[in-house]
């Protein structure tokens, strides 16, 4: 039973790759779900009507060899998947499969299939090509297609058709094709609305996740995903990268003077006043407490310093004003330049000893490595 299990998880994922997202993921098990069926399907009834016409020239003899041809289509479907995995694949192959069906559909229509059942097969063409074709594309090849049929049935002396139907038949079969495909195309819009709404909240919450909701700037999570990407093609491309850490001076004093949301203000401030001091490229995140982390792509640590000396500055000379409470406060940062045989670890661990001797010189001033 295992066996089977992952044999048909094999399947469904042919043509995936991990890079895909959920939704790519799913068209293409999706894809390669109906190719199976489509194929079976189309295979069993082509071989059975091969049977029945014991290879005359007859209509089951055509019939036939039209859902083998339809088969291999559907086969086809597969193999391009598997060997092209790229969103062109895809692209083509959900092609394939939508307009092999809707072909197959349409000879159906005009032949009649067995005893004139055929007809009653074009039901599935609107949920196949608005989960393919998306719901702009599919509504047009679902719109095309009804017109396609309309056009047959309806010819003048139905000379397009090989087969009988009733007036009664053909526009019963018509109205209720559109009102099933109208149920589709509605489903396909509240699917595709509440997929959207689903991804927006997603992005909101997986963004909130790497923000300090105190300050607004990047937390720990976010800047170590920042860190990891800028040091990796930092090491690719041989550039320089520094970072600082830096820590609002007797920030203690400031909680117990004037209370912990004064503190929470202060923290606010000093970090709306770093992020509006940086360049694009810079990032600067609350690493803990009253602790910031800045991450300088492309920056020696001779002007890291003179970027440091300048919001030190900025800092001591602004003055913070919370209803009647006026206070000024101090940072002290730490500097590191990052080496190619440094870690990640080291460097920050490099800076918060900068920062330490900051502080042990009296706090308020900028230390980078000697």
């Known amino acids: 039973m295992f066996n089977v299990k992952k044999l048909i998880f094999e399947y469904l994922n042919t043509g995936t790759k991990v890079s895909n997202s959920p939704a790519v993921r799913q068209q293409i098990q999706v894809t390669n779900l109906f190719g199976f069926i489509g194929y079976t399907i189309t295979f069993i009834l082509g071989i059975s009507a091969l049977q029945r016409s014991d290879f005359s020239h007859n209509e089951d003899l055509y019939l036939g060899i039209v859902l083998l041809i339809a088969s291999v289509l559907f086969f086809l479907s597969r193999i391009i998947l598997k060997h092209f995995q790229s969103k062109n694949g895809y692209t083509f192959s959900a092609n394939l499969v939508t307009y092999a069906l809707m072909v197959l559909m349409l000879y159906l229509v005009i032949t009649g299939g067995v005893k004139s059942t055929g007809p009653l097969w074009i039901y599935i063409v ?32 139905n000379t397009m058709l090989l087969a009988h139907y009733s007036e009664e038949f053909k526009s019963r079969l018509i109205y209720s094709f559109i009102t099933v495909g109208m149920l589709f195309v509605f489903y396909e819009y509240s699917r595709q609305r509440s997929f959207k709404i689903l991804q927006e909240l997603s992005q909101r919450f997986e963004k909130q996740a790497r923000l300090d909701p105190l300050s607004g700037l990047q937390n720990r999570r976010g800047m170590l995903e920042k860190l990891e990407y800028e040091h990796q093609r930092t090491l690719r491309h041989t550039k320089n990268m520094t970072i600082m850490m830096c820590d609002i001076d007797n920030f203690k004093r400031v909680n117990d003077e004037f209370g912990h949301d004064t503190g929470d203000q202060v923290i606010k401030e000093v970090g709306q006043l770093f992020a509006k001091g940086l360049r ?18 492309e920056t020696t640590q001779e002007q ?53 001797r900051a502080k042990t010189h009296g706090r308020n001033c900028t230390v980078k490595t000697d």
């Open 126 to 157: 609107p949920p196949v090509v608005l989960f393919f074709g998306g719901l702009k594309r599919g509504l047009i090849h679902v719109g095309l297609f009804a017109v396609a049929v309309i056009v047959i049935m309806w010819y003048p002396n």
């Open 304 to 356: 890291a310093f003179i970027l440091a000396e300048k919001l030190r500055i900025k800092v001591a000379d602004s003055e913070y004003v919370f209803g009647s409470t006026r206070l000024s406060v101090t940072v002290s940062i730490g500097i590191y330049q990052m080496h190619p045989q440094d870690s990640l670890d080291h460097a920050i661990s490099r800076a918060d000893t900068n920062l330490y």
């Open 280 to 297: 694009k490229q810079d990032t600067v995140a609350r690493w803990g407490g009253e602790e910031f982390l800045f991450l300088l792509p």
